[in-house]
């Protein structure tokens, strides 16, 4: 497959998968979510034997373009039934990846972007970088990373962060369980090297079936909190919160909520 917005880089057996809309801060398309779901099955039928997730530029990633999110009020029912199948897809298929995956994180993360950064296996981050599950300031509901980030940090804790819709920094991010490491910015590369490489002394198989194991564990559970979140989604996109949410955003003002 030819990649327009992300750029696959092999460093036998490390492969290496790059955001690459710098001038949009690695904010996702639909286009480049569908280039990560068939860059990370490729890597996964391939012979690398660790992923790394990168973003190219200042940013990890900002979530969603700001052109998707405009044309998310003129959808149908059907068509936000797709967008929402394709993005659990996007986190699934991260998620249940049989290699070793890290995200590399030196600057924001917003979003679908610290869902992406988050569901690795292991996500190293720099002091600067910023996490947020921001999607309720427009409206809309963060069902399908909730799915995830309850797993990973419990209920309460995401209840803090889905709710409050703030940004938070790598330390707090770290204190959570969602970060794994804080690296200086000049050391970053070294020890995402250091790390792929300890990874890659490890039996493949037994990486493999410990994350077959870890999948399963979970399977039963996020197999129904999936279908409940791809449900959420596609209908909070039809609300007038929503609606009003995406113009505010769009006019850069404060929304104005119904009751």
């Not at 990649?3 to 690695?26: F, Q």
């Not at 600067?128 to 995830?148: D, H, Q, Y």
């Amino acid at each position: 497959m030819n990649y327009t917005m992300i750029v696959v880089a092999d460093n036998p057996p490390i492969r290496t998968i790059t955001l690459n809309r710098p001038e949009r801060r690695n904010a996702m398309t639909p286009e480049m979510q569908q280039e990560l779901i068939a860059a990370f099955e490729d890597a996964a039928a391939g012979a690398c034997r660790v992923l790394v997730l990168a973003g190219a530029g200042d940013a990890f990633c900002a979530g969603l373009e700001l052109s998707a999110l405009q044309e998310m009020s003129d959808k149908s029912a059907s068509e936000h039934r797709v967008d929402a199948d394709r993005i659990a897809r996007l986190f699934r298929t991260l998620y249940e990846l049989p290699i070793p995956t890290i995200a590399v994180v030196h600057g924001a993360a917003i979003a679908g972007g610290t869902g992406l950064a988050t569901v690795c296996d292991f996500t190293i981050a720099t002091p600067a970088a910023k996490f947020g599950f921001t999607e309720a300031r427009i409206g809309f509901v963060p069902a399908l990373v909730s799915a995830f980030l309850v797993l990973q940090i419990g209920d309460k804790r995401s209840r803090d962060l889905l709710l409050t819709a703030r940004i938070f920094d790598a330390a707090e991010a770290h204190r959570l369980g969602l970060v794994n490491e804080i690296v200086p910015p000049e050391r970053l590369a070294e020890r995402v090297q250091h790390l792929a490489e300890t990874l890659v002394a490890n039996s493949p198989e037994s990486l493999r079936g410990t994350k077959r194991l870890m999948s399963a564990l979970n399977k039963a559970w996020l197999d129904a909190a999936i279908e409940m979140a791809i449900e959420a989604n596609a209908e909070s996109r039809n609300t007038p919160d929503f609606r009003e949410g995406i113009a505010a955003f769009l006019e850069k003002r404060k929304p104005v909520w119904g009751k």
